[in-house]
Every structure is written in C-alpha cells, then in structure tokens.
C-alpha cells in the first residue's frame, strides 16, 4: 500500500503548508470539522468547499494550486 502524503507534501512544501495554515484555519474548523488530519484530507476538505472559503483562503489555495 501507499504512504499516505504528510500534511507538507499534500501541500506542496512546508512554506505553502505554513500559508495554508495560517490563511484557511478556521475554515478548515468550519469546513472540515470532522476530517483527521494527515494524507492531504483537510486540504482535499477545503478545496471541496472552495466556494463557501474566505478570499484570503481561496487565494492561498489558488497559490498553492499553480505550484507544478
């Protein structure tokens, strides 16, 4: 079986993570109450609701998103 991705590498590196991190937190709490952590889920939860996050949120992940 595959490893799961850690949290940095579902998000492309730990200075995206730290981004993520700091422009979607409560709309992960919001949105994602109920996702474990680990393997990408909480960013998979978030793009999900992308339509209902914080603009601050959508362009942290639209960052993230254009990464290779």
Known sequence: ???EQTAEQAAGGRDNLNRLRAAC???AKRHCKGVLP???RIIKC???HE???T???RHA???H???P
């Open 1 to 3: 079986p595959a490893a």
């Open 25 to 27: 937190g409560e709309d």
């Open 38 to 40: 680990g393997g990408g």
């Open 46 to 48: 978030l793009r999900e």
């Open 51 to 53: 339509q209902e996050l």
């Open 55 to 57: 603009a601050e949120c």
């Open 61 to 63: 992940m639209d960052a």
């Open 65 to 67: 998103s254009s990464k």
